[in-house]
């Protein structure tokens, strides 16, 4: 039994505390029943010393700035730490550790936790608490300070808590990741840089290959003598237009006096669209990527029977990959319809014909990848899968269809 599965030998302290007592209570305290190693002796080699090795969710350090003194940012500390004041006076979040302490350097205090979930419990959670014990201290708070690197999943949480609490309307992650280090501080006594202290912009990869491609470049590549990239690339890529041009007439109808009235549905029906945008380009090279895999699959050796077979096996994952690619193309474009049909009913008729390319894009898009799922399915031999999914690319396509009319319609009779 792994000793990570044990609740008591879960968390550091535990282990380190409460078990061992301390490093030098190792020696007499690992032969224990219940806390012998997983792997080796139970025995203190003391030329060795001790290290601990485990695996855990994302630690986010993270120090609140306070106008007091060390002991007022330990007494907040203790009110917001898991440990709080004890076994019978809990804090009041799950999986943050905290204490106070000044820094002269800052000329200021501050309230040090450490957030082991922020899952569980968020940093703004804490940011939040420690504003309103301070509050009732008589204390100000100005800013926090993150130690270290912190993943931009935290800071999305953190910008939709704030984008809720205040009616706020922001889709673009640049602008949520300014609103997060605006609303906490992070520049109070050191500089922020996102692009140095989000690990998924510090550790960035590049784009994919196709979608970094100029036009000029993409147009080209299509028309070059080579099987990929194909209609399934080029159909994703029509339907991110499709969307992208919903999401313009949504936005050269929000903010203008002229149409302040619909703001908070253009609220409403931009945010879809521009979320299909995001997803919708990285499937130009998903397609691609998926006959890739099919290709591969069919220059494995053949010359045994035992070959064939596992040939065989991979080539049909590498077709259901290749059609499961430009279906969900579709699921994700067939999202967009809602909100373009209401657009076409209000949105600033300035942009009606932008609208009515849009929408034929997206039509387009999501028939081309239809094709794409026909064409492979031709080789599938899975008989229940051939029937699902037909019918499902299919019904998409005639609400594609039927919804592209709509729009068109109602853009003519304005």
Not at 30 to 56: H, L, N, Y
Not at 253 to 259: A, C, Q, R
Request: overall charge negative; some cysteine.
């Amino acid at each position: 039994w792994p000793s990570g599965e044990k609740d008591y030998r879960k968390k550091l302290p535990d282990i380190r505390q409460k078990a061992m007592g301390e490093y030098e209570g190792i020696k007499d305290n690992i032969g224990k029943e219940g806390w012998a190693p997983d792997f080796g002796p139970a025995e203190f080699v003391s030329s060795w010393g001790a290290t601990a090795v485990g695996a855990r969710k994302f630690l986010i350090a993270y120090n609140i700035n306070l106008l007091g003194t060390k002991e007022q940012a330990n007494r907040i500390a203790f009110n917001v730490r898991e440990k709080g004041r004890g076994p019978d006076k809990p804090g009041r979040f799950k999986n943050v550790a905290g204490i106070g302490w000044y820094v002269d350097e800052y000329n200021l205090a501050q309230i040090s936790v450490n957030c082991t979930d922020f899952n569980v419990t968020n940093i703004h959670t804490v940011y939040e608490s420690c504003k309103d014990d301070a509050r009732d201290m008589n204390l100000a708070v100005v800013g926090s300070e993150l130690v270290g690197l912190v993943p931009l999943e935290c800071f999305i949480d953190i910008a939709e808590f704030y984008i809720k609490k205040e009616n706020l309307f922001i889709v673009d992650e640049r602008q949520k990741v300014a609103l997060v280090v605006e609303r906490l501080g992070l520049n109070s006594v050191n500089r922020f840089d996102p692009n140095e202290r989000i690990i998924d912009y510090k550790c960035k990869l590049e784009d994919p290959p196709l979608m970094s491609m100029t036009v000029k470049g993409f147009v080209e590549i299509l028309g070059a003598r080579t099987s990929a990239p194909g209609g399934g690339s080029a159909s994703a890529l029509v339907a991110a237009m499709g969307s992208g041009l919903g999401a313009m007439m949504g936005w050269m109808t929000y903010g203008s006096v002229k149409f302040a009235a619909l703001d908070t549905q253009m609220r409403a029906l931009i945010k879809p669209l521009h979320e299909a945008t995001q997803e919708l380009v990285y499937r130009i090279d998903a397609d691609t990527d998926a006959f890739t895999d099919y290709m591969t699959a069919m220059r494995m050796a053949k010359d045994t029977d035992e070959e064939k077979a596992l040939r065989e096996e991979a080539m049909q994952k590498g077709l259901q990959s290749a059609i499961d690619v430009p279906l969900n193309t579709m699921k994700i474009a067939d999202l967009c319809w809602d909100a373009m049909v209401e657009l076409a009913k209000v949105g600033n008729v300035n942009s009606k014909s932008d609208l009515q390319v849009g929408a034929r894009c997206l039509e387009l898009g999501i028939w081309g990848c239809w094709k794409n799922v026909e064409i492979n399915m031709k080789d599938i031999t899975d008989q229940g899968y051939i029937e699902r999914v037909s019918a499902e690319a299919k019904e998409l396509w005639e609400k594609a269809d039927k919804k592209c009319k709509e729009v068109l319609e109602l853009l003519e009779a304005r």
